[in-house]
């Protein structure tokens, strides 16, 4: 039997799951404080040498290591597009898809204060996109030329009008600039084409980036790293939400990733074409965005200004400010009674009720012939299955009430979000496992979620 060791890099833990594929059965998984600052093999060879209890050592070390990382800051990208509800949307939904933390983005003419900024930004990875097939030309060569005067050392992937697609990369080459060609992300009004952009940003991520990320020392026992934290917990969701040919997924669904800095949202559902108008770029089947502001720990203070919670935890606001600035400083605190452990769920309900309402689309009225609304966004009203994972929501004494946050209530008929559903809780953090084997195998990758992502009431 050869074990499948699945590691995550992540900026507060390093991960570890233990996985045997062959009998489609989760062994054992652990956790240790990350050590990717100083030397990742430390925290890596704890998780390890904790493995060996449960699989012996020749099991650690006859097993196949798949790896994952977020550490780092992530993969840190500015996206470059024509229009906002077209181009740059097509380009976002494909960079985070790709499991980039999208530092900026910038739409229309880059002014030269825009370079500026690109600039200090520095991103590891730019994605220039924009001007359907046969469209506009202008626009985006006008852009490039202002990028290659650009003094940065990021990676460019150009993924707009393919027409001029060689003079761009050759003019961002002999401004020493690198860029890949990718296919148009929107090559015609009602198309997405995201797949091979997406494809070029995770391989420059595993070749080109991760190595400066603290992993190096890591990389004799690892190998490389196959893909974004964020990419794996998407590609383990629409798993599990698509099934496989042989073995039906659970449906529509949502997942809340609640951390201490950021909330990241997937959501997985066919898009609804009936009796709809869509507006703007058409939605992924597999959606992912990131709420940077909404995070229960170094984010505190920017969650408690969006919730603007004061008076809610029945605590003065004086103390409540103190207590959110206590966890902003101290990204690994643990509640230690009832009304921190109160703050807490309070701030993680905010953390769900805000990155839903912010992923969701909206509708409004249409009034056309065969069209009975107009759609903007991701249509979410017929999920059933929200999962919540991550800290706050692992350990919280009622994640259901949590993720209820998700549903829409009835004042919100605009917003498109879940009308009712089943909530389930990834407890043990198994989701990005999960989709660092669905390529390897996914029937077995598939009932191991089934099994272990338990329904929560």
Do not use: W
């Amino acid at each position: 039997m050869r074990y499948t060791l699945c590691v995550d890099f992540g900026s507060t833990f390093t991960k570890l799951c233990v996985l045997d594929l062959e009998n489609g059965e989760l062994v054992m998984t652990t956790k240790r404080p990350t050590t990717v600052e100083t030397d990742a093999k430390i925290a890596l060879l704890a998780c390890l040498a904790e493995a060996k209890s449960y699989v012996g050592e020749k099991g650690v070390k006859d097993g196949r290591i798949i790896t994952s990382s977020s550490a780092a800051g992530g993969l840190r990208m500015v996206v470059v597009g024509l229009t906002k509800r077209f181009s740059l949307l097509a380009g976002k939904n494909v960079a985070l898809g790709a499991g980039a933390r999208i530092i900026k983005t910038y739409e229309n003419n880059l002014t030269a204060d825009d370079v500026g900024e690109i600039e200090q930004i520095n991103p590891e990875i730019l994605l220039l996109c924009g001007g359907i097939e046969g469209g506009n030309t202008d626009r985006i060569l006008h852009n490039a030329r202002m990028l290659k005067r650009a003094d940065v050392s990021s990676y460019v992937v150009y993924a707009g009008n393919q027409e001029i697609a060689s003079y761009i990369r050759q003019e961002l080459v002999n401004s020493s600039i690198s860029c890949y060609i990718a296919e148009n992300v929107f090559p015609a009004y009602g198309q997405l084409n995201g797949a091979p952009a997406g494809e070029i940003i995770r391989q420059l991520f595993m070749e080109r980036i991760v190595g400066a990320k603290g992993l190096a020392s890591a990389f004799s026992i690892i190998g490389r790293v196959a893909m974004p934290t964020p990419a794996a917990v998407l590609a383990g969701g629409q798993l599990l939400s698509r099934g496989t040919a042989f073995d039906a997924g659970v449906g529509g669904l949502m997942v809340f990733d609640v951390g201490g800095a950021t909330t990241d949202v997937y959501s997985y559902l066919e898009e609804n074409t009936s009796a709809a108008k869509h507006i703007g770029s058409p939605e992924p089947f597999a959606k992912r965005t990131v709420e940077g502001d909404l995070g229960v720990r170094s984010s505190c203070l920017s969650l408690m200004e969006a919730m603007k919670i004061s008076g809610k935890a029945e605590i003065a606001e004086q103390e409540l400010q103190a207590c959110c600035k206590k966890r902003a400083e101290a990204p690994t605190y643990v509640p230690d009674n009832e009304m921190q452990r109160k703050i807490d769920l309070i701030l993680a309900e905010g953390a769900v009720e805000i990155s839903a309402r912010r992923h969701c689309g909206k509708a409004t009225n249409a009034y056309a012939r065969n069209v009975c609304e107009a759609i903007e966004g991701k249509d979410l009203r017929e999920i059933n299955g929200i999962i919540g994972t991550g800290g706050p929501l692992i350990h919280s004494r009622n994640p259901a009430e949590v993720l209820r946050k998700a549903i829409g209530r009835p004042a919100e008929k605009e917003l498109l979000l879940p009308k009712e559903s089943k909530f389930y809780l990834d407890k043990r953090y198994i989701l990005y496992a999960i989709g660092l084997c669905a390529d390897i195998n996914p029937a077995s990758a598939l009932h191991i979620a089934k099994e272990n992502i338990v329904e929560i009431n």
